[in-house]
Protein backbone atom coordinates (compact mmCIF):
# COMPACT_ATOMS: atom_id res chain seq x y z
CA UNK A 1 0.00 0.00 0.00
CA UNK A 2 1.35 3.38 -1.23
CA UNK A 3 1.24 7.04 0.28
CA UNK A 4 2.59 9.92 -1.52
CA UNK A 5 1.90 13.54 -0.97
CA UNK A 6 2.43 17.27 -2.95
CA UNK A 7 2.15 20.12 -1.10
CA UNK A 8 0.41 23.10 -3.47
CA UNK A 9 -0.46 26.82 -3.29
CA UNK A 10 0.44 26.99 1.06
CA UNK A 11 -2.29 25.03 2.52
CA UNK A 12 -3.62 23.03 0.08
CA UNK A 13 -1.76 19.40 -0.05
CA UNK A 14 -2.49 16.97 -2.70
CA UNK A 15 -2.42 12.73 -0.88
CA UNK A 16 -2.08 9.95 -3.60
CA UNK A 17 -2.90 6.21 -2.31
CA UNK A 18 -2.31 3.08 -4.36
CA UNK A 19 -2.78 -0.38 -3.54
CA UNK A 20 -5.48 -2.26 -1.86
CA UNK A 21 -7.02 -0.72 0.94
CA UNK A 22 -7.97 -4.16 3.09
CA UNK A 23 -7.24 -4.38 6.34
CA UNK A 24 -3.44 -5.08 5.85
CA UNK A 25 -3.23 -2.04 3.75
CA UNK A 26 -5.12 -0.34 6.09
CA UNK A 27 -3.02 -0.25 8.87
CA UNK A 28 -0.05 0.33 6.72
CA UNK A 29 -0.55 3.73 5.75
CA UNK A 30 -3.03 5.11 8.55
CA UNK A 31 -0.28 6.80 10.50
CA UNK A 32 1.21 8.34 7.89
CA UNK A 33 -2.21 9.21 6.53
CA UNK A 34 -3.80 10.89 9.76
CA UNK A 35 -0.23 12.88 10.45
CA UNK A 36 -0.56 14.05 6.87
CA UNK A 37 -4.30 15.86 7.08
CA UNK A 38 -3.07 16.60 10.67
CA UNK A 39 -2.72 20.68 10.08
CA UNK A 40 -5.74 22.94 11.00
CA UNK A 41 -7.65 24.29 8.04
CA UNK A 42 -5.85 22.04 5.59
CA UNK A 43 -7.58 21.87 2.09
CA UNK A 44 -6.70 18.20 0.95
CA UNK A 45 -7.48 16.09 -2.03
CA UNK A 46 -6.95 12.66 -1.65
CA UNK A 47 -6.60 10.49 -4.84
CA UNK A 48 -7.35 7.35 -5.13
CA UNK A 49 -7.36 6.62 -8.58
CA UNK A 50 -4.57 3.81 -7.88
CA UNK A 51 -6.25 2.15 -5.74
CA UNK A 52 -7.60 -1.27 -6.83
CA UNK A 53 -9.65 -2.26 -3.78
CA UNK A 54 -11.69 -0.79 -1.02
CA UNK A 55 -12.92 -2.26 2.31
CA UNK A 56 -14.76 -0.67 4.74
CA UNK A 57 -11.74 -0.29 6.74
CA UNK A 58 -10.47 2.07 4.44
CA UNK A 59 -13.40 3.80 4.20
CA UNK A 60 -13.47 4.12 7.62
CA UNK A 61 -10.01 5.53 8.08
CA UNK A 62 -10.98 8.10 4.53
CA UNK A 63 -14.12 9.15 7.10
CA UNK A 64 -12.49 9.49 10.58
CA UNK A 65 -9.83 11.64 8.74
CA UNK A 66 -12.50 13.78 6.65
CA UNK A 67 -14.16 14.62 10.10
CA UNK A 68 -11.05 15.64 12.05
CA UNK A 69 -10.29 18.01 9.15
CA UNK A 70 -13.76 19.46 9.40
CA UNK A 71 -13.73 19.96 13.15
CA UNK A 72 -10.65 22.12 12.35
CA UNK A 73 -11.95 24.21 9.59
CA UNK A 74 -10.12 22.03 7.02
CA UNK A 75 -11.65 20.53 3.91
CA UNK A 76 -10.82 16.97 2.18
CA UNK A 77 -12.02 15.45 -1.18
CA UNK A 78 -11.63 12.78 -2.81
CA UNK A 79 -11.02 11.62 -6.67
CA UNK A 80 -11.64 8.25 -8.25
CA UNK A 81 -11.71 6.82 -11.14
CA UNK A 82 -15.40 6.73 -12.44
CA UNK A 83 -17.67 3.33 -12.31
CA UNK A 84 -14.29 1.98 -10.61
CA UNK A 85 -15.65 -0.29 -7.44
CA UNK A 86 -13.66 2.03 -5.36
CA UNK A 87 -16.37 4.69 -6.40
CA UNK A 88 -18.83 1.90 -6.12
CA UNK A 89 -18.13 0.89 -2.60
CA UNK A 90 -17.85 5.08 -1.27
CA UNK A 91 -21.45 4.99 -2.82
CA UNK A 92 -22.42 2.08 -0.90
CA UNK A 93 -20.96 4.15 2.49
CA UNK A 94 -22.79 7.09 1.88
CA UNK A 95 -19.77 9.04 2.55
CA UNK A 96 -20.16 10.63 -0.99
CA UNK A 97 -23.31 12.47 0.63
CA UNK A 98 -20.89 14.51 3.00
CA UNK A 99 -17.43 14.20 1.30
CA UNK A 100 -17.17 15.36 -2.30
CA UNK A 101 -16.05 12.54 -4.89
CA UNK A 102 -14.60 14.08 -7.86
CA UNK A 103 -13.35 11.81 -11.63
CA UNK A 104 -11.71 15.24 -12.37
CA UNK A 105 -8.40 16.86 -10.63
CA UNK A 106 -9.31 20.27 -11.17
CA UNK A 107 -13.21 20.18 -10.27
CA UNK A 108 -11.90 18.43 -6.91
CA UNK A 109 -9.16 20.79 -6.19
CA UNK A 110 -12.22 23.39 -6.54
CA UNK A 111 -13.95 22.17 -4.11
CA UNK A 112 -11.51 21.38 -1.93
CA UNK A 113 -10.11 25.10 -1.96
CA UNK A 114 -14.08 26.56 -1.78
CA UNK B 1 -22.30 -28.55 -20.11
CA UNK B 2 -22.12 -27.75 -16.33
CA UNK B 3 -18.66 -27.46 -14.82
CA UNK B 4 -18.90 -27.71 -10.90
CA UNK B 5 -15.94 -27.63 -8.25
CA UNK B 6 -15.17 -26.68 -4.70
CA UNK B 7 -12.23 -25.37 -3.19
CA UNK B 8 -11.19 -25.51 0.25
CA UNK B 9 -9.16 -22.64 2.54
CA UNK B 10 -7.95 -22.02 6.14
CA UNK B 11 -7.46 -18.60 8.17
CA UNK B 12 -7.17 -17.63 11.30
CA UNK B 13 -8.37 -13.90 12.29
CA UNK B 14 -5.51 -11.73 11.55
CA UNK B 15 -4.85 -9.18 8.82
CA UNK B 16 -2.14 -10.80 6.65
CA UNK B 17 -4.07 -14.33 6.27
CA UNK B 18 -6.71 -12.09 4.97
CA UNK B 19 -4.45 -11.03 2.36
CA UNK B 20 -3.66 -14.59 1.47
CA UNK B 21 -7.70 -15.58 1.32
CA UNK B 22 -7.75 -12.95 -0.82
CA UNK B 23 -4.94 -13.77 -3.22
CA UNK B 24 -6.59 -17.62 -3.05
CA UNK B 25 -10.07 -16.37 -4.12
CA UNK B 26 -8.91 -14.81 -7.16
CA UNK B 27 -6.29 -17.34 -8.12
CA UNK B 28 -9.62 -20.30 -8.08
CA UNK B 29 -12.36 -17.92 -9.48
CA UNK B 30 -9.89 -16.57 -12.29
CA UNK B 31 -9.09 -20.32 -12.83
CA UNK B 32 -12.40 -20.92 -13.55
CA UNK B 33 -13.41 -18.35 -16.04
CA UNK B 34 -14.89 -15.72 -13.07
CA UNK B 35 -14.92 -12.09 -14.97
CA UNK B 36 -12.65 -9.99 -13.16
CA UNK B 37 -15.36 -7.57 -11.80
CA UNK B 38 -17.17 -10.62 -10.40
CA UNK B 39 -14.08 -11.35 -8.45
CA UNK B 40 -13.61 -8.10 -6.80
CA UNK B 41 -17.38 -8.37 -6.04
CA UNK B 42 -16.91 -11.27 -3.97
CA UNK B 43 -13.18 -10.28 -2.70
CA UNK B 44 -15.25 -7.27 -0.99
CA UNK B 45 -17.59 -9.67 0.46
CA UNK B 46 -14.93 -12.09 1.60
CA UNK B 47 -12.79 -9.03 3.63
CA UNK B 48 -16.07 -7.71 5.07
CA UNK B 49 -16.89 -11.00 7.03
CA UNK B 50 -13.34 -11.68 7.60
CA UNK B 51 -13.00 -8.26 9.07
CA UNK B 52 -16.34 -8.66 11.34
CA UNK B 53 -15.09 -12.09 12.44
CA UNK B 54 -11.84 -10.41 13.42
CA UNK B 55 -13.97 -7.23 15.29
CA UNK B 56 -16.16 -9.24 17.39
CA UNK B 57 -14.41 -12.07 18.14
CA UNK B 58 -12.90 -12.43 21.44
CA UNK B 59 -8.84 -13.22 21.85
CA UNK B 60 -9.56 -16.86 22.32
CA UNK B 61 -11.42 -17.06 18.84
CA UNK B 62 -8.38 -15.06 17.32
CA UNK B 63 -6.38 -18.35 16.86
CA UNK B 64 -9.27 -20.12 15.70
CA UNK B 65 -9.28 -20.99 12.05
CA UNK B 66 -11.62 -19.95 10.00
CA UNK B 67 -12.95 -22.07 7.17
CA UNK B 68 -13.22 -20.89 3.85
CA UNK B 69 -15.07 -23.00 1.10
CA UNK B 70 -15.50 -21.91 -2.42
CA UNK B 71 -17.86 -23.35 -4.73
CA UNK B 72 -18.39 -22.70 -8.75
CA UNK B 73 -21.47 -24.09 -10.94
CA UNK B 74 -20.94 -22.42 -14.61
CA UNK B 75 -21.43 -23.14 -18.04
CA UNK B 76 -18.78 -24.21 -20.30
CA UNK B 77 -16.11 -27.00 -20.24
CA UNK B 78 -12.29 -26.80 -19.64
CA UNK B 79 -11.03 -24.73 -22.50
CA UNK B 80 -14.48 -23.20 -23.49
CA UNK B 81 -15.53 -19.17 -22.76
CA UNK B 82 -17.41 -19.99 -19.27
CA UNK B 83 -20.23 -17.11 -20.02
CA UNK B 84 -22.43 -17.75 -17.51
CA UNK B 85 -21.70 -18.82 -13.61
CA UNK B 86 -21.97 -18.72 -10.12
CA UNK B 87 -19.78 -18.97 -7.36
CA UNK B 88 -20.40 -19.05 -3.56
CA UNK B 89 -18.01 -18.38 -0.69
CA UNK B 90 -18.95 -19.65 2.71
CA UNK B 91 -17.17 -18.43 5.66
CA UNK B 92 -17.51 -21.15 8.47
CA UNK B 93 -16.52 -19.63 12.17
CA UNK B 94 -16.96 -20.72 15.66
CA UNK B 95 -18.07 -17.51 17.18
CA UNK B 96 -20.83 -16.32 19.01
CA UNK B 97 -24.14 -16.89 17.18
CA UNK B 98 -24.46 -13.95 14.38
CA UNK B 99 -26.62 -14.24 11.74
CA UNK B 100 -25.66 -10.57 9.51
CA UNK B 101 -29.13 -11.02 7.82
CA UNK B 102 -31.44 -10.00 10.68
CA UNK B 103 -29.12 -7.01 11.33
CA UNK B 104 -31.15 -3.80 10.38
CA UNK B 105 -29.84 -1.29 7.63
CA UNK B 106 -28.47 2.29 9.39
CA UNK B 107 -30.21 4.67 7.96
CA UNK B 108 -26.89 6.58 6.13
CA UNK B 109 -25.71 9.99 8.43
CA UNK B 110 -26.40 13.16 6.69
CA UNK B 111 -23.43 15.11 7.58
CA UNK B 112 -20.19 14.36 8.47
CA UNK B 113 -20.54 15.73 12.06
CA UNK B 114 -23.17 12.72 13.17
CA UNK B 115 -20.78 9.57 10.69
CA UNK B 116 -20.32 6.97 13.13
CA UNK B 117 -16.88 4.68 12.16
CA UNK B 118 -18.05 1.47 11.90
CA UNK B 119 -21.34 -0.39 10.49
CA UNK B 120 -20.23 -0.04 6.51
CA UNK B 121 -19.37 -3.54 5.97
CA UNK B 122 -22.66 -5.27 5.27
CA UNK B 123 -24.04 -2.62 3.15
CA UNK B 124 -21.19 -3.61 1.67
CA UNK B 125 -21.88 -7.19 1.25
CA UNK B 126 -25.35 -6.87 0.45
CA UNK B 127 -24.64 -4.57 -2.48
CA UNK B 128 -21.95 -7.00 -3.85
CA UNK B 129 -23.65 -10.11 -3.37
CA UNK B 130 -26.12 -11.51 -5.85
CA UNK B 131 -27.26 -14.33 -2.59
CA UNK B 132 -26.52 -14.35 0.98
CA UNK B 133 -27.49 -17.26 3.22
CA UNK B 134 -26.99 -18.03 6.55
CA UNK B 135 -27.14 -21.38 9.03
CA UNK B 136 -25.86 -21.91 12.27
CA UNK B 137 -24.78 -25.70 12.98
CA UNK B 138 -21.94 -27.70 15.49
CA UNK B 139 -21.40 -24.54 17.26
CA UNK B 140 -20.73 -22.46 13.76
CA UNK B 141 -21.54 -19.81 11.64
CA UNK B 142 -21.62 -20.54 8.11
CA UNK B 143 -22.13 -17.63 6.17
CA UNK B 144 -22.95 -18.31 2.51
CA UNK B 145 -22.22 -15.18 -0.34
CA UNK B 146 -22.90 -15.82 -3.91
CA UNK B 147 -21.91 -13.86 -7.19
CA UNK B 148 -23.08 -14.89 -10.13
CA UNK B 149 -21.92 -13.84 -13.46
CA UNK B 150 -23.61 -12.01 -15.88
CA UNK B 151 -25.05 -10.35 -12.87
CA UNK B 152 -28.63 -10.64 -12.13
CA UNK B 153 -30.87 -7.78 -13.58
CA UNK B 154 -32.54 -7.78 -9.99
CA UNK B 155 -29.53 -8.71 -7.98
CA UNK B 156 -29.31 -6.63 -4.84
CA UNK B 157 -29.92 -8.69 -1.19
CA UNK B 158 -32.29 -6.57 0.89
Given at each position: ?????E??????R?????????????????L?????????Q?R?V?D???V?FL?SI????LI?????L??????M?????PG??????L?TS????????FT?N?EA??A??S | ?V??????F????????VR????????MCG???M??E?????DL?LN????NI?D???D????A??E??L?????G?AG??R????V???V?D?G?PF?PL??????????????E?G??G??I???N?D????????????????V??P?????R??
Open positions: MGIEYDIDGNFRISLSGRLDIQGTSEIEKFTTLTAAARVVLTADAGIRAGNAKAHQRQGRVLVVASSVAKSEGIDTFVGVDDKKAL | MYQQTADSVTAHAAEQASAWLAQGWGPTSIGRLCEVLAIHGTAAAGPILQSVRCHGDDDAGATLTAAADTVKPRPFPVSLDDVPGLLPVRSATLAYRRENGRNYLSVGMWRAINPVQ
